[in-house]
């Protein structure tokens, strides 16, 4: 008896300690189910964020090359030549829109660097010229700033160093790979002894090697026209992102006597670009401005032409003048501030704070550069003055963009260190050292013309 009612109590106790175990089992089966269906609201929830995410940034997404009648020969011939140029081409604007090879390359019977291949008249040399057959507003803006005059070095004693102090009679490498990769070549062509072009091929002329391939942003084309735009827009993706990032800049902004570059990456502004660039929107398509499309930094870009917020909206810019912002000039022995003239033909001229400004409607005699037989010549011509932009206007549109992240008084004290550093520099260095060399010069110790 007493073994029976001893199995019945240990039957008992297993039973309900059975139950005790089912029951929470089933209570933490129901909990990770209630956790299980959370998860999976909050994973579709994430899925269709992302799907929301993807829409809006298609980011490596590119339509495909639209390949005209026109250009298809082109295409298909120079994928095999060349297959990563045609690449680069592919995933353009360009070839999105169905700007290929022919449009940008065409030329005109009896044009200097025309020849006829394949049964079209094209030129190796693409201008500024040619781009504003599409791009007129940037040609415009480009042709009158301070990157179209880069090439005007050629007629400076800057080249004269290059050529004859540095170089040899018969080599003038130095310049050709130094001075002109980033101030830009004259472009010639080889001549035989009457003087006319050397062609080969099917007529194809001969390009003097020293002056070209040539990407400098002043240099002078033969169709007249100033500048490369592949210096800053590198063909042939033209990608907006090469022309945003300060290191397109770079490549001629820097070192010992232009050193831009090295004080833009040492600043607090090239520090927060490099650590943020993924944040930089580099490359969004269209319109690319400051306190709307993106915050991380400024660039070379950000600051000199492109466009930014202010209080009353957007400022719209995007021009391709770099110099309008700028209002000290550092290049000569005595820096001086900047005032701008306009004339009647949209010709730009700096004038120093120390030059009397003329009036508004007054004929100005101005000293042009061009290119006459291949060789850079001096003509003066009179112009009309239409509008005058004073250095604190030119200053006012750079603040505008310090301005998106700074106080007024953080700009305004900025400017007044700036300031101060140029003023002490002309002071205790530049204006002494020049009272020195006229002191010489009119003693005839030394004679600056030789």
Request: hydrophobic share 30%.
């Amino acid at each position: 008896m007493c073994n029976k009612t001893n199995v019945l109590k240990v039957f008992c106790l297993f039973f309900f300690w059975g139950l005790l175990v089912f029951g929470t089992g089933c209570s933490e089966v129901s909990e990770l189910r209630r956790e299980n269906q959370s998860l999976s609201e909050k994973f579709s929830l994430l899925q269709q964020k992302t799907v929301e995410l993807e829409k809006q940034y298609k980011l490596d997404e590119k339509p495909s090359p639209v390949i005209t009648v026109a250009n298809q020969m082109c295409v298909a011939c120079h994928k095999n030549l060349a297959p990563a140029l045609v690449m680069e081409w592919e995933r353009s604007r360009h070839a999105q829109k169905g700007v290929g090879c022919v449009d940008c390359h065409k030329a005109n019977s009896g044009e200097i660097d025309a020849w006829q291949h394949m049964g079209a008249f094209i030129s190796t040399l693409v201008s500024p010229k040619d781009c504003a057959n599409c791009h007129t507003k940037e040609y415009e803006e480009f042709s009158r700033s301070h990157h179209a005059k880069a090439g005007e070095i050629l007629a400076s004693l800057d080249n004269v160093l290059a050529e004859k102090v540095i170089g040899l009679p018969e080599n003038n490498a130095d310049a050709v790979n130094g001075c002109w990769q980033c101030h830009g070549s004259i472009i010639k062509f080889k001549r035989d002894d009457t003087g006319e072009i050397v062609r080969e091929g099917e007529g194809r002329p001969v390009i003097d090697p020293d002056t070209w391939p040539n990407s400098g942003i002043g240099r002078l084309n033969p169709d007249g026209s100033k500048g490369s735009c592949h210096a800053c827009h590198s063909r042939h993706s033209f990608e907006a992102k090469l022309s945003r990032a300060p290191e397109n800049c770079g490549k001629c902004h820097m070192g010992p006597d232009h050193p831009q570059m090295e004080i833009y990456r040492e600043s607090k502004h090239g520090i927060a670009y490099t650590a943020n660039i993924g944040r930089m929107a580099l490359d969004k398509e269209g319109d690319w401005v400051l306190g709307k499309d993106y915050s991380a930094a400024p660039t070379c870009t950000t600051c000199h032409i492109s466009s930014y917020m202010t209080s009353e909206g957007e400022h719209t810019a995007s021009n391709h003048d770099v110099g309008e912002r700028i209002s000290w000039t550092l290049r000569p022995a005595i820096s001086t501030k900047i005032n701008l003239v306009i004339y009647e033909d949209c010709f730009k001229e700096d004038y120093p704070d120390t030059r009397k400004l003329p009036e508004i409607g007054e004929e100005v005699q101005v000293i042009e550069k061009n290119v006459q037989e291949e060789k850079l010549v001096k003509k003066t011509v009179s112009k009309r003055v239409v509008k005058i932009v004073t250095w604190q206007e030119r200053r006012e549109k750079m603040k505008g963009v310090c301005r998106n992240c700074h106080n007024q008084t953080h700009v305004d004290n900025f400017y007044q260190q700036f300031d101060n550093l140029v003023v002490l520099y002309n002071e205790k260095f530049a204006k002494p050292t020049q009272a020195m060399m006229k002191a010489l010069t009119e003693e005839e110790d030394l004679n600056p013309n030789t």
